[in-house]
């Protein structure tokens, strides 16, 4: 299944939405159709089931478009579906702790359909949940400070501080990997 489907087709379900001030149905399919892989390579760098991501993407664009309305400015969507998307994989790693689920999910691997820097990505893999998150919406996003702080409801000194962190130890991989020296 291509990176998704499910979302379209949930939009194509036969929802029926009045046009709300700011965004109207055509132009919310295509601003998600704009930010799938976006939203599936953030819930890929929290989740890592391939099911789970799916579930969440679902999900949180079923609750985007149920929740229009509360979008103050179509300008700030992305920021806004993106705190929605880690929401829904925060509350399915919860549930799955409350199960007390065996993690029997394997290596963490991440797909992009555009996978040219796929060496640096195996690499962020192997970084922890919260460094996999904060790398990939600075770089991969290309999401601000700002903007991230208000995505994972943290401080822009937090979120400085962590980014600084996961770069140091992304740099630690590089440097003990076949690449050998790291180069900034």
Known sequence: MKVGENVISIYNMGLK??????????????????YKVSLYRVAKGILRNEY???DSVSESVLKAFKNLNKLKDKNNFKAWIMRILVNECYSILNKKKRVDLQDDMGVYDITYEDNHNGDMIDYINKLDKDSRVILTLFYY?????????????????TVKSRLSRSKEKLKKLLENSEWGVYNE
Request: proline share 0%; glycine share 6%; hydrophobic share 30%.
């Open 141 to 157: 996003e290309d999401m601000s400070i700002k903007s991230i702080s208000e995505v994972l409801e943290i401080s822009n000194g």
């Open 52 to 54: 789970d991501v799916e």
């Open 17 to 34: 939405r009045e046009k709300t001030k700011e965004i109207g149905k055509e132009e919310f399919a295509t601003l998600i159709e704009t």
